[in-house]
């Protein structure tokens, strides 16, 4: 049995999301660690109750375009 047979399978894109900007930087560093890359610019957006939410998408190299 390999490690990878009781480690469940990456999913090729991920959407970080957070309503902190320091807990998102450490999703993506820890993305970044796994092999993923960053797709696209991160986003910042405002809802109508004034709560931030921060996102940044991330893929595997073999998805990017």
């Known amino acids: ?18 309503v902190n900007k320091d807990e998102l930087n450490r999703k993506v560093s820890q993305a970044l660690d796994e092999g993923y890359r960053l797709s696209g610019s991160p986003v910042v957006n405002t809802s109508s109750n004034k709560n931030v939410y921060f996102a940044q998408a991330v893929v595997l190299p073999q998805f990017l375009s």
């Open 1 to 18: 049995m390999t490690q990878s047979d009781h480690l469940p399978p990456r999913m090729n894109y991920l959407l970080l999301t957070s």
